[in-house]
């Protein structure tokens, strides 16, 4: 079949756009070029995977597991339906996270991700500073073996452990401590196509959705060096409550809620207070 052909039958199955992201990844083109290349005979395997690609999309499979990766800030990360899929807003994360160590000039820091799940933030800011010492941790084994995959692929040196939060963690003093943890709550409405296909286990935290950063809290302060940076993204309800949580918990502290592009309060970040 030719690339005119596999479009038409694409667009029977998702939208134009899908359609010609996917042949377009399949043929390791950009989606532009294809219409430079509308003859050309695909070889019969690739039309096959795209064919099976349709049809997982058709099934409302989100288009990154059935594409296999994500572009997180830049750089290239396999994904599968052991992982959440890296959200916009986890960058806003990240790059929060290397503004303050570039405004305190820290090039070798240590690093904990908690809840690392395909390794974004962590292996991201290992490769924003080769010099820092990043430790991933997740309490699922097959996430552990996406991040692994990715760190391989992308090159980059960093520890793993798998651990329920600290719970397997040596104690050691970190510069930053980053979590996305699972925050949504029990009863709150998301979409179907997230409900029906990521981890459960990285999407819910408890009734309030705070039930991750309870058990992160609980040990976290052994874990800081004196000056420290802790960041978490949050749900959009959950700032305030979680503001409370870590007063009670870090006494001296200063917690700043940070809203992400859609203007919803998305980023908490603890530092110590200077006052
Ligand atoms: N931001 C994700 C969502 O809205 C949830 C991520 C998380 O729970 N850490 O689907």
Request: hydrophobic share 40%.
């Amino acid at each position: 079949m030719t690339v005119e052909e596999l479009i038409v039958l694409g667009k029977k199955y998702t939208s134009s756009t899908h359609a010609k992201m996917l042949l377009a990844i399949l043929l390791e083109v950009n989606p532009l070029e294809l219409l430079t290349i509308l003859d050309k005979i695909v070889e019969e395997d690739k039309v096959n995977l795209y064919k099976k690609s349709l049809k997982a999309l058709s099934e409302n499979r989100p288009i990154q597991y059935v594409i296999g990766h994500v572009n997180f800030y830049g750089l290239k990360f396999k994904v599968n339906e052991n992982v959440l899929i890296p959200r916009f807003e986890t960058e806003e994360l990240v790059e929060n996270i290397k503004n303050y160590l570039e405004k305190k000039n820290i090039i070798n820091p240590k690093i904990l991700d908690l809840g690392c799940g395909s390794g974004v933030i962590g292996l991201t800011l290992k490769h924003f500073f080769p010099n820092s010492l990043v430790t991933l941790v997740d309490i699922s084994k097959d996430a552990l073996k996406v991040a692994e995959s990715n760190a391989k692929t992308l090159g980059l040196d960093v520890n793993f452990i798998k651990s329920d939060w600290f719970s397997n963690v040596p104690l050691s003093k970190y510069d930053v401590i980053v979590s996305n943890p699972p925050y949504i709550m029990t009863d709150e409405e998301i979409e179907e196509i997230v409900k029906n296909n990521e981890p459960a286990i990285a999407l819910y935290g408890g009734s309030d959705g705070l039930d991750c950063y309870r058990s992160i809290l609980k040990y976290i302060n052994k874990y800081l060096k004196d000056d420290y940076l802790i960041a978490f993204e949050i749900g959009y309800l959950e700032g305030e409550k979680l503001k409370e949580l870590i007063k009670e918990t870090i006494p001296n502290s200063r917690v700043t809620i940070k809203k992400d592009l859609s203007a919803k309060d998305r980023m908490l970040f603890v530092e110590k207070n200077i006052d």
